[in-house]
């Protein structure tokens, strides 16, 4: 494994030196990356840098190169072959005599410029697709790697109707690019996204459009309302983004006026939305004139009908607490729910209703054909959902329950739900601060299904505390607070209450609730402090381990790993001393000097500087030299023998010549120097 690591290491070398001298590029950093764009392809490397007309270069060996690659490294008449051919040079003085040539030299050799052997093979150009967007527009290009970026404009000049001139192409990888600048020399991807900017030229009419309708958003509009029956004027001043719906709200506070009883005029036809904002409304800019009065109520019809309207009370904030109502052609046995039984309404709960949530649909529906769409949000589910949702969130997230207990045979119910419940003062205190859950006791079913609830959730004082209020006493509002430990009744509000009354209960409840939830959260910051403490002492504790077991497991590696090297080394030696041992007992005899036949006496130089001295027949084959060499400990592939004067590399000469044929007779001093 070493030995084909070490293989392919420098099949690499050659390949990147082979890569600089035909591109040119001294940049080793950027000539190794290009390598690896090309899977250390040479042939289609040099093609990515050089850019040649209507083909590529390849080799003349390409396919021999291939070959090689497959099948393994050329035999030495391939090689041979090759180099006689003119496409290999030979093997300079330096190098090995077994090492052959390798594929890749082959074919840089080929590949380069200077070589006059290469020869054109046609090919498809390599196409690159562009996605280039421009405001709200986008257009897919495919262009060919040799177009230029002035190509590019000119196609987007006719796709787009915008002068090159005043056209910026922005989304180069290497930066802004001239408009003669190549597509090959960028490198670019198959896939490539790219935007136009043109600061010169004016935005669209859309976008002109809404610019204007975000100025307008952000004007500020005069509206002067006359309010009819308090004989004044209001000048108010609101942005363009405030909705109709909130104006109408804010003229409420001031003329004590529900939404639900405002009459208007001076709105412009377009104002048909109460959702719509200022800016959008058609009010005159920058001032626009209203006026506002209280709805007047339809007289009582003669004739009956098969239901009755709705009868809604409304506030006086200076008389007194509630209208004549005669004023709406109602005597009050009708208005306190005690007329005829054709007046009565559909129950506000159907009995015996399977599914909470299914039952609480049907009272939010009921409650809005009554009293109309602004009320409270109740919530749609079990009480034990609506709990788990006021109660059992983070600490800053938690609210009050407010439960709102209906019943229709009460008087104080019409007036309590269209006075109080339809406030939108309450309703938005109770949106903003309350988890708001319903329920009808009017009938004994749902009311028994209610005791049982606030028995397993409130335990049974809360339930004998709704036992004790007689049916004129309803409707109730509960308003329950989460504790540690238990769920507590801050607070049961009667029907018979006003809206300043109804109020003044909510915020003291609140008061109460903010005190407790501060002290929540504190204690729930402190808490989440003390396991944040202790999450980072165990992620710490957790990477110390983690850093003790990659440490024991790098030094195990690091131990095993010089185990397994000191065991190569010693299989190594034990292979080297088994060679020597081999080639020594194969050597020939020492000669005598007083033999009969011609004797060589060579004097060996060691790169330690001692001297190996021995006598040859000079018949003796070089190969004995090499094998007297390599047994002493300099094997053959490692070192070189040469000749002082004139000095010659004796490896390179044939291993069959005789010593007399080389040239090493009758004596000579040779010396061994380590092969690079």
């Known amino acids: 494994m070493a030995s084909e690591s070490g293989d392919s290491n420098m099949d690499r070398e050659m390949i990147l030196a082979d890569f600089q001298a035909c591109t040119g590029i001294d940049n080793i950093a950027e000539a190794i990356t290009l390598l690896e764009l090309n899977n250390w392809d040479l ?61 890749s030299s082959a074919s840089a050799s080929a590949f380069c410029p200077s070589n006059p052997s290469r020869h054109i093979i046609e090919r498809q150009p390599r196409m690159l697709n562009f996605r280039v967007e421009y405001r709200q527009r986008t257009v897919e290009l495919v262009l060919e790697e040799g177009s230029t970026v002035g190509e590019i404009k000119q196609i987007l000049e006719t796709e787009l109707g915008v002068p090159v001139s005043k056209m910026q192409l922005k989304g180069w990888k290497s930066g802004d690019v001239s408009d003669s600048t190549v597509l090959r020399s960028l490198h670019l991807p198959k896939n490539n996204s790219l935007y136009v900017l043109t600061p010169d030229i004016a935005p669209t009419a859309s976008t002109s459009k809404n610019s204007a309708l975000q100025e307008s958003l952000n004007q500020n509009f005069l509206l002067v309302i006359s309010h009819r029956e308090a004989q004044r004027d209001y000048s108010l001043n609101f942005p363009g983004s405030r909705t109709i719906q909130e104006v109408k709200r804010n003229i409420s506070d001031l003329t004590n006026i529900p939404v639900r009883h405002q009459q208007w005029e001076g709105w412009p036809a377009s104002a048909s939305d109460d959702s719509m904002t200022l800016a959008v409304s058609g009010i005159s800019y920058p001032c626009h004139h209203l006026s506002v009065c209280r ?139 309350f988890i708001t859950w319903a329920w009808d006791v009017t009938k004994e079913a749902n009311k028994a299904r209610l005791l049982t609830m606030c028995t397993r959730h409130f335990g049974s004082v809360v339930t004998q505390t709704i036992r004790t209020y007689k049916t004129d006493q309803f409707p109730l509002l509960l308003i329950v607070m989460g504790k540690r430990t238990s769920n507590e009744v801050l607070n049961v509000i009667q029907g018979n209450t006003t809206v300043d009354e109804l109020m003044m209960r909510l915020m003291g409840a ?52 010089q185990v397994r090297l000191e065991q190569m080394r010693k299989e190594q030696e034990e292979e080297k001393e088994a060679i020597r041992l081999s080639l020594e007992q194969a050597l020939p005899a020492e000669p005598d ?84």
């Open 510 to 561: 609140m008061e109460i609730f903010t005190a407790q939830q501060q002290e929540d959260i504190k204690d729930e910051d402190e808490r989440e402090a003390r396991e944040t403490v202790k999450r980072e002492q165990d992620e710490a504790y957790r990477l110390s381990l983690e850093a003790d077991r990659k440490k024991r497991e790098a030094q195990e590696r690091e131990e095993a790993e």
């Open 43 to 103: 042939v289609a490397a040099i093609n990515g840098v050089i850019p040649q007309e209507n083909g590529i270069l390849q080799s003349n060996f390409s396919s021999e190169a291939s070959q090689a690659s497959m099948y393994g490294p050329p035999s030495q008449s391939e090689a041979a072959d090759a180099a006689a051919g003119g496409a290999v040079p030979p093997p300079s003085s330096s190098s090995s005599s077994s090492s052959p040539p390798s594929s």
């Open 295 to 433: 709805r007047s109520s339809p007289a009582n019809s003669q004739e009956p009908t098969e239901e009755c309207a709705d009868v809604h009370m409304v506030s006086d904030s200076e008389g007194d607490d509630f209208e004549d109502a005669s004023e709406f052609g109602v005597d009050d046995s009708e208005m306190f729910g005690m007329g005829s039984s054709t007046c009565r309404k559909s129950p506000m709960m159907p009995e015996n209703s399977e599914n909470e949530a299914d039952a609480l649909l049907h009272f939010t529906a009921e409650f809005s054909s009554r009293y109309g769409e602004t009320h409270p949000m109740f919530f749609i589910g079990s009480l034990e959902a609506a709990s788990q949702e006021a109660f059992y969130g983070k600490a800053r997230d938690r609210k009050l329950l407010a439960i709102y207990l209906h019943n229709d045979d009460s008087v104080l119910s019409n007036v309590f739900c269209s006075q109080m419940m339809c406030a939108d003062s309450i309703v938005s205190y109770l949106s903003q601060n």
């Open 593 to 676: 000097e007083d033999a009969g036949e011609q004797i060589s006496k060579l004097r060996i130089r060691t790169p330690s500087g001692e001297f190996l001295e021995r006598r040859f027949l000079g018949s003796c084959k070089l190969q004995v030299l090499f094998d007297f060499v390599a047994s002493k400990g300099y094997p053959f592939e490692e070192f070189k023998l040469l000749t002082t004067f004139p000095r010659r590399n004796i490896t390179q000469l044939d291993p069959g010549s005789t010593l007399l044929e080389a040239k090493l007779f009758p004596q000579e001093t040779l010396f061994l120097e380590a092969k690079e």
